[in-house]
């Protein structure tokens, strides 16, 4: 563990904008690599990772609870560190590009795994990344490095038409209904 409770609920209060309330989850909070400590704020809910990664969501308007938003990140963090043994903790799809297990939901039935959404590249084959413009939602890309230093650069024609490649796959970048970016295999 790198990160304190009371270092994790001061970043969960920056993200936030508010203060907030410890979620104790054993399973979370015991998982070493893979944990954290669980926040909530009224209709606010934040996972601040032990390793530095984080998770917000805006709860009720999401559908989610305090407790889903922990399974969903565990279960993202275990695929992403390899970890086959733990049973999936949300119910999963083979990822369109690579066929690795992949959070499934019901919204976004052809999304790509965490790992092949790293890959994501222009059509020339210049890599970029998607985040959200900001708690609203909303989508911003870049490329993962340019000239004028990394991710300083937008990715225009990928911001512009919402296409990527996966190793020559066609797919889609968008923000996420409730947050996040999804990226999604295009069937020819």
Known sequence: MTT????????ARELLGTDVEPHVDPELEGDELCGGFAFVAGDLGAIIGFRG???T????????TIETLVIGWLAEQ????GIQDQPPAVPTHPCPVCGNPTPHEDR????VCADCQQKAADEHG???????????GGLIVFYTDSPSGQQTEIAGDVLATGRCWIDGIACSMEAAR???????RIDA
Not at 126 to 136: A, C, K, Q, S, T
């Open 53 to 55: 990664g984080y998770q």
């Open 57 to 64: 969501s805006v709860l009720e308007a999401s559908g989610e």
């Open 108 to 111: 976004y039935p052809a999304s």
């Open 178 to 184: 409730f947050g996040g970016v999804v990226v999604q």
């Open 4 to 11: 304190t409770r009371e270092e994790a609920a001061e970043r």
């Open 126 to 136: 210049r890599r970029v990344v998607g985040y959200n413009e900001g708690l609203g």
């Open 78 to 81: 275990r695929h992403q560190y």
